[in-house]
């Protein structure tokens, strides 16, 4: 292989191995991102079903004078969690979060698969590259759903762990003459 074709070859390499750590550390932070909002969701939730329940109004402790401001509280909170709870996207953000995990870690174990057969041929053979390329289209559905101002704690967290996950040295590439 000449120099023009091994630095083109690197060039390439280069492209797919950064596309795949970036999905690692996008699979990592829309799965933290899904965990939260199903955390706030169940919340929410859990908050209202307990203000709702007649049942749970009904117990002794809630008719005693220490209990009676209990129950207050707990009525105010489900009455600014009911008016507040159309316009804060809980629901549309666990659907989208959910997308995105479920999409980043399919695109993951993909990309794995790309990255390990290119280890085994020590070449970028073409039907390898036809399937970065269907990578890459999907990779475009998920782009317009992304964070568009992403935490930047968590993605350093998971730029950290990612590095250790997928470290650029375990990568082949080939040696340049």
């Known amino acids: 292989m000449d120099d023009l074709a091994t630095a083109q070859l690197c060039e390439r390499l280069t492209q797919i191995y950064n596309e795949y750590r970036t999905v690692v550390l996008n699979k990592k932070y ?29 117990w002794t402790f809630f008719g005693t004078p220490g209990g009676k401001p209990i129950w207050s509280v707990i009525g105010i909170a ?18 989208r979060y959910s997308k995105l995990a479920a999409g980043y870690g399919g695109l993951c174990f993909d990309l794995k698969s790309i990255a390990d057969e ?6 970028l053979p073409p039907d390898i590259l036809a399937s970065f390329r269907h990578v890459q289209a999907r990779l475009k559905e998920l782009d317009v759903a992304d964070d568009i101002t992403p935490s930047r704690s968590l993605l350093s967290k998971y730029y950290i762990e990612t ?13 340049r003459t």
């Open 30 to 58: 829309y799965g933290h991102k899904l965990k939260t909002a199903k955390r706030w969701n169940l919340g929410v939730e859990s908050v209202i079903a307990v203000g709702t329940s007649s049942t749970i109004g009904a």
């Open 78 to 95: 489900v009455a600014l969690i009911t008016v507040f709870k159309p316009i804060v996207p809980l629901s549309s953000n666990l659907e």
């Open 118 to 123: 290119i280890r085994i041929a020590r070449d």
């Open 163 to 175: 590095n250790q996950q997928v470290p650029p040295e375990s990568l082949w590439m080939p040696t």
